[in-house]
């Protein structure tokens, strides 16, 4: 089963960017879907967006336009850039992989937009 360590996350002023990292170990990440997920205080965890094996994405409305989800398979990685960062986008964010009904997480970063 695959490992998955996020980094990348810290506090950010409104406007700004941030760039999400997510490291595998233990499996090949090529062969999973890649989901970034997000969970604000006593709320349960959303999606934000995926990336298939073959590069397809999706992303939730709020994201659109702000957040690109990419992989880098000879790195064993997934990203998340998020620019134009709002209040709003504070959570924690997590990283999923997923294949044939069986997921892995790991251990979330957190991301604090304020000024």
């Known amino acids: 089963q695959v490992q998955l360590v996020e980094s990348g996350g810290g506090l950010v002023q409104p406007g700004g960017s941030l760039r999400l990292s997510c490291a595998a170990s233990?499996?090949?990440?090529?062969?999973?879907?890649i989901g970034w997920y997000r969970q604000f205080p006593g709320k349960q965890r959303e999606l934000v967006a995926t990336i298939t094996s073959g590069g397809n994405t999706n992303y939730v409305d709020s994201v659109k336009g702000r957040f690109a989800i990419s992989r880098d398979n000879a790195k064993n990685a997934a990203y998340l850039q998020m620019n134009s960062l709002k209040p709003e986008d504070t959570a924690v964010y997590y990283c999923?992989?997923?294949?044939?009904?069986?997921?892995?997480w790991g251990q979330g970063t957190q991301v604090t937009v304020s000024s």
């Open positions: 999923n992989a997923a294949r044939l009904g069986k997921t892995s």
């Open positions: 233990g499996s090949a990440l090529s062969i999973y879907v």
